[in-house]
């Protein structure tokens, strides 16, 4: 079983920044991707940003140029760095890790609020 531990939402004001972590552990034998999503009220729950084993990364449009995801391959953690918040950036925050045998493990969300 793999479990993952979310940190770092929170509630900030617009144009603000904050940084969530997420770290996996337990029985992988690999992992392929690590990622952020999140759900808002109302909404479905949406990709933010991805990262692969090899650093190769894509975004929503929404956040292109205001948010950047890293990873530190040997502790297992992936980081969502996220700058000139918005509200509508508003949502839960779910870690997301694909393991090479594609199997999907989900954080247990963290809220990030952005007043306006």
């Known amino acids: 079983q793999v479990q993952l531990v979310e940190s770092g939402g929170g509630l900030v004001q617009a144009g603000e920044s904050l940084r969530l972590s997420c770290t996996a552990s337990?029985?992988?034998?690999?992992?392929?991707?690590m990622g952020w999503y999140r759900q808002a009220p109302g909404k479905q729950r949406e990709l933010v940003a991805r990262?692969?084993?090899?650093?190769?990364?894509n975004y929503a449009d929404s956040v292109k140029g205001r948010f950047t995801i890293s990873r530190d391959n040997a502790k297992n953690t992936v980081y969502l760095q996220m700058n000139s918040l918005k509200s509508e950036d508003t949502a839960v925050y779910y870690c997301?890790?694909?393991?090479?045998?594609?199997?999907?493990?989900w954080g247990q969300g963290t809220q990030v609020t952005v007043s306006s």
């Open positions: 997301n890790v694909q393991l090479v045998n594609f199997r999907n493990y």
């Open positions: 337990g029985r992988m034998f690999g992992i392929n991707a």
């Open positions: 990262i692969t084993t090899g650093d190769s990364t």
